[in-house]
């Protein structure tokens, strides 16, 4: 066994979707845990399976405010920001300060432990992209004022300060840059596509799908971007840049309308509604670095995905309204 895996992993945000999937795989491997989060999207039901693990705690703390920690650490994963845009945008300056401050502060405390550092960046950082499909390479096309900004620069600017530390050699980081992820513990209520779509499905609703909903997206489901995440972290020497971390599959949303019908047997009839503000045409990464450097690629398909994502959301849907936006 590594020095390091005697020693505590934080995982900032492991209360919410990516980040309990994320506690549960380290739990797996032997690691001790300590999940810190603000229950600003996550929540309590999506950490039961780890409550009681002798491996496990958890301390509610906003990390915009500096976390003390006695002992050693091992290693960081930053998670911790609302990910779906009516959660980012619900108190926009909140988000970008959780992007700036609250990645600052932990970037500190990894410098101060010696700790490793994977930052969950995301494929918002090449905004509406002129470059398909997208590589690391890529400065992105980002409206620095409209409504995302708060996220997508907020996280551009968490990326800039990973690298300053690296340069400085201050921390051993990591980023990684997810695309769009689903699977159970996704939030039915924030206007992602796949809840949206799946929720709408079961309750025999009218699908939304915006614009005339020939926009592409690629899904990855969440055990194979944990993986990827751990992977990330596990490398030494650590990779110069940027990783993209998602499925280069390609759907259009309404294809992916079609694929959740046929699978929930719903009789729903789909409705167009207008698309959101910088609503990104396409969406595809460009994962030749992280099969190159992590030896990862995404193992499962998009139907085995929403078959345990359908599963889910049937034992755990109520009745509540799905809001429409994706
Ligand atoms: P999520 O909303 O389910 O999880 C985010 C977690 O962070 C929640 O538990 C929330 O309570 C916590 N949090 C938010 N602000 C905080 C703060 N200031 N202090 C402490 N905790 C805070 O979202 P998710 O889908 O699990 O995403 C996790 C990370 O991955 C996010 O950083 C997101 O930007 C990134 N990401 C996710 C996706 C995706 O498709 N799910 C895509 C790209 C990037």
């Known amino acids: 066994?590594?020095?390091?895996?005697?020693?505590?992993?934080?995982?900032?945000?492991?209360?919410?979707?990516?980040?309990?999937?994320?506690?549960?795989?380290?739990?797996?491997?032997?690691?001790?845990?300590?999940?810190?989060?603000?229950?600003?999207?996550?929540?309590?039901?999506?950490?039961?399976?780890?409550?009681?693990?002798?491996?496990?705690?958890?301390?509610?703390?906003?990390?915009?405010?500096?976390?003390?920690?006695?002992?050693?650490?091992?290693?960081?994963?930053?998670?911790?920001?609302?990910?779906?845009?009516?959660?980012?945008?619900?108190?926009?300056?909140?988000?970008?300060?959780?992007?700036?401050?609250?990645?600052?502060?932990?970037?500190?405390?990894?410098?101060?432990?010696?700790?490793?550092?994977?930052?969950?960046?995301?494929s918002e950082v090449y905004g509406d992209p002129e470059m398909h499909p997208q590589k690391e390479s890529y400065t992105g096309s980002v409206n620095c004022t409209g409504p995302r900004a708060c996220y997508d620069e907020g996280k551009r600017a968490a990326e800039a300060m990973c690298f300053d530390f690296l340069r400085a050699a201050r921390a051993d980081i990591r980023v990684a840059r997810i695309f769009n992820t689903y699977g159970p513990r996704m939030h039915a209520q924030d206007g992602r596509v796949v809840s949206n779509l799946v929720v709408q499905a079961i309750k025999g609703e009218p699908l939304s799908l915006y614009g005339d909903g020939s926009q592409t997206r690629s899904f990855c489901y969440v055990s194979d971007l944990v993986d990827g995440l751990i992977r990330l972290m596990a490398i030494d020497p650590a990779p110069d840049g940027p990783i993209n971390l998602?499925?280069?599959?390609?759907?259009?949303?309404?294809?992916?309308?079609?694929?959740?019908?046929?699978?929930?047997?719903?009789?729903?009839?789909?409705?167009?509604?207008?698309?959101?503000?910088?609503?990104?045409?396409?969406?595809?990464?460009?994962?030749?670095?992280?099969?190159?450097?992590?030896?990862?690629?995404?193992?499962?398909?998009?139907?085995?995905?929403?078959?345990k994502t359908i599963r889910y959301f049937m034992e755990t849907e109520t009745e509540s309204e799905v809001p429409l936006v994706e």
């Open 1 to 122: 066994m590594s020095r390091n895996k005697t020693k505590t992993i934080i995982v900032a945000g492991g209360a919410g979707f990516l980040g309990s999937h994320l506690c549960e795989a380290l739990l797996a491997q032997g690691r001790e845990v300590l999940c810190l989060d603000n229950f600003l999207t996550g929540n309590m039901a999506n950490l039961r399976s780890m409550q009681n693990h002798p491996r496990f705690k958890l301390v509610e703390h906003d990390i915009c405010t500096t976390f003390h920690h006695d002992g050693d650490l091992a290693e960081i994963y930053n998670l911790a920001c609302a990910a779906s845009p009516p959660h980012y945008q619900a108190d926009p300056v909140h988000t970008m300060q959780t992007c700036v401050v609250g990645t600052l502060n932990l970037l500190d405390l990894a410098a101060r432990k010696g700790a490793r550092f994977v930052q969950a960046s995301t």
């Open 246 to 307: 998602g499925n280069p599959a390609e759907f259009t949303v309404r294809e992916l309308a079609q694929l959740v019908l046929e699978m929930t047997g719903s009789k729903s009839v789909t409705r167009f509604l207008p698309l959101p503000v910088d609503d990104p045409r396409r969406r595809k990464p460009d994962i030749a670095r992280a099969d190159r450097m992590l030896g990862w690629k995404p193992v499962t398909s998009l139907h085995d995905g929403l078959a």
